[in-house]
């Protein structure tokens, strides 16, 4: 124990010191508070790491009171980070919400600590959003704007989306970035390693380093608001054989990296119960297209959409013909799956559906499940082992087994399947051959496929609900 104490306080010894000598010598402007972010972050973290190594020495490991203690612990941390996460906002944020949603590996402590900040993302002045106007496109909002409305229809940790009216009378949503984000984030990003190699340093169990690794793929594309466009425009064009798709056109002569300027669609969240009923949308309905369209991205072209929670899949019914549609927003990250993964992983799904139980096992240790294949089949279709056996098509879903399974998915079979994958590294983007790779994307996709079920599923009022997602080989 002392000589993790002695570690603690080397480690926050020369953490201020480096980062004083660093910003000195890198002549940074203070006035983007650098010196306050590090020092925040630093201090967060050596305060969780000093709770964590000395809050158990007196208490006996695995009596109630421990128990007690490890819960009171993980909240204390938890408050911590949030507390560090709504003062240095940006890239904090976004890291922040991303553990927020990590049910199935993080205490309870933490997440419902942290998924505040999914409504708590920091909201910038009109004098900023000016300003960011004024200096990518040149003009005055008023040059090129009707009407803009201060008050924004939503707002992120990187971004948020105002209503505007161009002067040739269309209606349109402007996406403008967080002024001090693009600066921000790749010192943050920093930071983050820095400290987190520390934390792994005093705690080699800890095995979160991936997160880091997410943030330094992922952060540069998504603060490119043009790269978000093309992505927008590519999937439309891609799936333009589905009329009940909508995704917002993209004016590109108001857009830039920091600017993104659309078409403007309303509609109520996919899981917006009384939204579907009060406009006569049919739920399975909206199951089956939501299946068509991302068995498409999956196993057709290979170009997936990575961010499919509610507020991002509107549905609603067309001002036009009054059809049913399905809105997709925020292109911001796809993943690209190889050739050889959809043609195992769909060769699998066949297996699956026609219950050829040798198949189902060849594909998924291809896919890299090794013997954790029967967990592997039920994780991919939400089903139990008897109905997998059975051959998924043959066997309708009750309400009943789709309840248990996912209790099964949330509480035994992720996490296992997290272990095994810290283990063999294929976590993140650690990955060792490109199937493993996918198998990651899959695995988070995984996520809100069996999200969208259930709440399709809540949504029925089928005593006996068949709604699940089509896959068609």
Not at 103 to 119: A, F, I, N, Q
Not at 195 to 201: F, G
Not at 247 to 271: C, H
Not at 372 to 390: D, G
């Amino acid at each position: 124990m002392a000589g993790r104490l002695l570690k603690v306080s080397s480690l926050a010894t020369a953490v201020f010191a480096s980062s004083g000598f660093y910003l000195y010598n890198r002549h940074l402007d203070h006035n983007d508070l650098s010196i306050i972010r590090f020092g925040r972050a630093a201090a967060t973290t050596a305060a969780i790491s000093y709770d964590y190594l000395t809050a158990f020495k007196h208490v006996e490991y695995g009596t109630e009171e421990y128990w007690a203690l490890k819960s009171k612990v993980h909240r204390r941390s938890a408050e911590r980070l949030l507390e560090l996460c709504c003062a240095n906002r940006g890239t904090f944020i976004k890291v922040g919400q991303h553990l927020g949603a990590l049910d199935y590996l993080l205490p309870e402590e933490y997440t419902s600590t942290l998924k505040v900040l999914h409504s708590r993302a920091p909201q910038s002045s009109m004098d900023e959003i000016r300003q960011v106007i004024r200096e990518d496109l040149g003009k005055e909002l008023s040059e090129l704007f009707v009407s803009f409305e201060e008050k924004p229809q939503g707002t992120a940790s990187l971004a948020q989306v105002h209503k505007a009216v161009l002067h040739d009378g269309r209606t349109v949503a402007v996406k403008v970035q967080h002024p001090k984000v693009q600066k921000q984030s790749s010192k943050d990003i920093v930071v983050m390693e820095v400290l987190l190699r520390a934390v792994h340093w005093l705690f080699p169990d800890f095995a979160f380093m991936w997160l880091v690794e997410e943030a330094k793929k992922n952060m540069p594309l998504e603060l490119d608001f043009l790269n978000e466009g093309h992505n927008a425009e590519k999937v439309a064009n891609m799936l333009a054989h589905y009329p009940f798709l909508k995704v917002p056109t993209i004016y590109w002569d108001l857009s830039t990296k920091r600017i993104l300027t659309m078409e403007f669609a309303e509609g109520g969240q996919v899981n917006d119960r009384e939204y579907m009923k009060k406009h006569g949308i049919n739920v399975n309905e909206i199951s089956e297209k939501l299946g068509k369209m991302y068995s498409e991205m999956i196993f057709v072209h290979g170009f997936v959409h990575c961010d499919p929670h509610p507020g991002n899949v509107l549905v609603r019914k067309c001002p036009r013909n009054k059809k049913t549609e399905i809105v997709l927003l925020d292109h911001g990250l796809y993943q690209i799956l190889q050739p050889d993964f959809r043609l195992d992983y769909c060769r699998l799904w066949q297996a699956l559906i026609n219950g050829d139980m040798s198949k189902v096992e060849r594909y998924s240790r291809r896919l890299g499940a090794g013997d954790l294949y029967p967990l592997f089949a039920c994780v991919l279709t939400a089903r139990s082992w008897t109905a997998v056996n059975a051959g998924i098509s043959s066997v309708p879903v009750t309400h009943s087994e789709f309840s248990n399974i996912c209790w099964l998915l949330n509480e035994i079979i992720l996490p296992t399947l997290y272990y095994t994958g810290e283990k063999r590294k294929i976590t993140g983007t650690d990955c060792t051959s490109p199937q493993l790779h996918s198998l990651c994307l899959l695995h988070g996709l995984l996520s809100h496929h069996s999200q969208y079920n259930m709440s399709l599923l809540k949504l029925s009022d089928a005593n006996e609900s068949t709604v699940a997602f089509s896959v068609s080989c």
